[in-house]
C-alpha cells in the first residue's frame, strides 16, 4: 500500500505517456504538424486547383479562422503522375491565372516519393496580398496536389510554406508515426528517472 501512495505523484506523467503512444493519427495524405492556431476540417472543398475535378478522389484541409486567411490543402487525385505531367498541367494552370505571378517549377522529394512545387504570388496594388506555395507528390496510383495558401503575414513566407508542404505524408493503416514514438521513448525516460528520485527519497 505504501508502494502505491509513492507512486501516486507519477500518475500525470504516467498519463502523459500513454496521451502520447495512443492518440490517434488520421488516415491518408496529411501535414503531421500544422502551424499553430490551424483547425482541422475532414471533408473541405477548395477550387481553384491545378487539377480538375472529375478525378478528384478527396479533400482534406487545416485552416485559419480570423481574417486574413490562410489554409492547408490536401487534395488526392486518381491516378499517377510524372515530371512532364506536372508541367503540362501546371503550364495550363498558369495560362488561366494570367493576375498571378509564378516561381520556377522546383524538383522536390517528399514522403519518398518525386515532386514538383512552385511559389505563387497574388499582389494588390503593387503590394504581395498572399503567397501560396504549392507541390504535387507522384506515387504509383494516385497524386497528391498540397497547397499552403496564406495571406496573414505571420505565415507568408516562402521558405516556410515550402517546408511544411514538405512535411506531407500519407498515413496507412497500421503504420507507426515515428514522432509518437520518439516522443513516447523521451516521456518514458522521463517517468523513469523522476520514479528513481521518488525511491531515493
Known sequence: ???????????????????GCTQPTIEGGQIPKPPP?????????????????????????????????????VSEFKGGCNGADVQAAR????????????????TLHIDGQPAWGWLETQKSNGAVYSLKYSAVVCYRASRYLVDYFAADPKFRDEAGQRKMVASFRVI??????????VVGALLAVAVYFVYRRFRAA
Request: glycine share 8%; hydrophobic share 45%.
Open 172 to 181: 496507412k493503416s497500421g503504420d507507426v508515426d515515428p514522432a509518437k514514438v
Open 1 to 19: 500500500m505504501k508502494t502505491i501512495f509513492r507512486l501516486a505523484p507519477l500518475a500525470p506523467f504516467i498519463l502523459l505517456v500513454a496521451a
Open 37 to 73: 492556431g490551424f483547425a482541422y476540417d475532414p471533408n473541405c472543398s477548395a477550387a481553384g486547383l491545378v487539377y480538375g475535378h472529375d478525378e478528384l478522389v478527396g479533400q482534406r484541409c487545416w485552416f485559419t479562422r480570423q481574417e486574413p486567411h490562410c489554409a492547408i490543402t
Open 91 to 106: 503550364e495550363a494552370y498558369v495560362a488561366k491565372n494570367k493576375y498571378l505571378e509564378f516561381g520556377p517549377l522546383e
